[in-house]
């Protein structure tokens, strides 16, 4: 009998779709010309003090395993670290997992904490890796959605409707990707008691919160009795622009960390040690080239913004993250079609909003962590097509 070696495919795999930015982007390659809004990834290069330290990290031959939980003084940096812009303190010795990226720590936290059939609650448009991760760890994905009408923030009244006896997770993303999404103070409190009287586990990705052009940032690990019931997922990739180097970092409960660690160390075995050495250098000293950064991402957003509003495309004002959100409605066509027609006519690139689930159609993510002058160029571009189709 011959080997049909797609039938060896585990069926919860098989269900899972492939990325719709991966199948865009594949198009894009095959382009010359093209100015990119599409990919979610900071311009700028590591500042070059930390690249500096991952050098020198292998010029002292720092070159083995680390602890599974990864090193200790990074551990301990990421303690002063969160306690001082969060307000949340966790033990580096038993709270703190340093992980392969926050992909990492979120698939291992999904799996360490999922039983099949468990249902994970999460808002939506949402990153693209949240249903299959949670899928990918037998768990139920539900989606709640959100409106541009409400500045893509999510409501406890919203996520209330979503409980079921079955709920066990909600997932939170504050600055939200794709749509540049805050959470005020309030509602994550009333959100906090919701999932105090439900009895959930919060997953808070912090990816953006450095990234958060006005107002306070609060993490719902840091409101009263939360930090037991939440596990606090960040990174360096967004912040310090250290996507290459593939580190991130989970903090909670210790009997949870202690299960991520489990996985982690059957799987992964520890993050690179030369990423985290650079990864000390960014969380000591790398302050100010955030700051600076998000200056530049502020200007580029206020640009940005003004010019999908005048072309006909209202576009909400996000007020984190690097992504624009505009919606594509007025022109009558899909996000999708809206896409690959401006890829084709005037190479620009920007990801179809259906791509972060069904409410994220209708809308086109567009990052401005690109140079002001190309995103300049690509809004003329833009508007000239939405031209053509009026
Ligand atoms: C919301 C969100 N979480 C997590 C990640 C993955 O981050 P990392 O590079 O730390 O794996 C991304 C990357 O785009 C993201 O947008």
Redesign the pocket.
């Known amino acids: 009998m011959e080997f049909d070696p797609s039938q060896s495919i585990a069926r919860h795999v098989r269900a899972i779709p492939r990325s719709g930015i991966r199948d865009f982007f594949d198009i894009v390659q095959g382009m010359k010309d093209v100015i990119s809004l599409g990919v979610?990834e900071p311009d700028f290069v590591t500042p070059w003090h930390i690249r500096e330290a991952a050098i020198y990290a292998l010029e002292r031959g720092k070159t083995t395993y680390t602890s599974n939980l990864g090193l200790l003084k990074l551990r301990e940096a990421i303690t002063a670290s969160v306690a001082g812009h969060f307000q949340v303190s966790y033990d580096p010795r038993n709270e703190i997992l340093i992980a392969v990226?926050?992909?990492e720590a979120?698939d291992i936290a999904f799996r360490a904490i999922l039983n099949p059939g468990d249902e994970v609650i999460y808002h939506e448009p949402c990153?693209v890796?949240y249903a299959p991760g949670i899928a990918l760890a037998h768990g139920v994905p539900v989606a709640v959605a959100c409106r541009a009408e409400d500045g893509f923030s999510v409501t406890a009244e919203a996520i209330e409707r979503a409980v079921t006896p079955r709920s066990k997770v909600l997932v939170l993303?504050f600055p939200t990707?794709p749509t540049g999404g805050t959470m005020e103070r309030g509602e994550l409190e009333k959100i906090a008691a919701l999932a105090r009287r439900h009895n959930l586990l919060v997953m808070t990705?912090e990816?953006?919160s450095e990234l958060t052009f006005e107002g306070e940032h609060t993490s719902i690990a840091a409101l009263p009795g939360m930090k037991a019931r939440t596990i606090f997922l960040h990174?360096f990739?967004k912040a310090y622009a250290m996507?290459g180097f593939?580190i991130?970092y989970a903090c909670g409960p210790a009997e949870i960390v202690e299960a991520m660690m489990r996985i982690h160390q059957y799987s992964m075995l520890c993050a690179s040690i030369i990423s985290q050495e650079a990864a000390l250098e960014a969380i000591q000293h790398g302050e100010p080239d955030t700051v600076e950064m998000r200056e530049q991402y502020r200007l580029r957003r206020n640009f940005i913004v003004g010019a999908f509003n005048d072309m006909g495309l209202p576009c909400h004002r996000p007020r984190g993250s690097f992504y624009a959100f505009p919606s594509v409605r007025p022109t009558g066509l899909s996000s999708k079609e809206f896409a690959v027609r401006l890829l084709e006519r005037e190479k620009v690139a920007c990801v179809p909003g259906g791509a972060f689930g069904p409410s994220g159609e209708g809308y086109l993510r567009c990052c401005f962590a690109t140079a002001l002058d190309q995103i300049e160029i690509a809004c003329e571009r833009i508007a000239r097509f939405v031209k053509t189709i009026h």
Do not use: F, L, Q
Request: proline share 0%.
């Open positions: 979610g990226g926050v992909s979120m990153y890796s993303n990707n990705d990816i953006y990174g990739s996507t593939r991130g």
